[in-house]
């Protein structure tokens, strides 16, 4: 499964090398994206998102997750889901705590989710009913598995979190 994701996002930044040349725009992918443009997001992001703007990284990581302006790819999303929430990015933290609830694209881990909402809510994002969902499927002893993994995360500065 590694090597299937990794194939995947090698072969997503080089897919993006071609609109590297040309200058991208954040809020243009977003206006394309919101007016059902897809392939013009993807145009916009896809190379922002190589180059390692989170923003960029979570919406692409949405994109894949929906299917929209792409095939769906549960695989995929987690990806670009996981480098944005490497780098503090709360809402890229949130899409990785769901797909960790759900088993989407990752083996299901309720301690993986709750850990992954706890830094979003640590980083500004309100996902506590999320949590707090996930919080109620969990035994005491998984709770303070993921508080303490949270912790670690934090602390390693997003270096040791799974």
Known sequence: MKMHKSLHAIALVFSFLPFAVQAQDFGAGLDAFSSGDGQAALREWGPLAAQ????????????????????????????????????????????LGQHYAYGHGVPQDYVLAHMWFDIALENGDYVREYRDFIERRMTGSDISKALKKAHICLESGYRTCE
């Open 52 to 95: 390692g703007d989170p923003r960029a990284q979570f919406w692409l990581g949405r994109m894949y997750a929906i299917g929209e302006g792409v095939n769906q790819d549960y695989i995929v999303a987690v990806d670009w889901y996981r480098r944005a929430a490497a780098q503090g990015f709360a809402i890229g933290q949130r899409g």
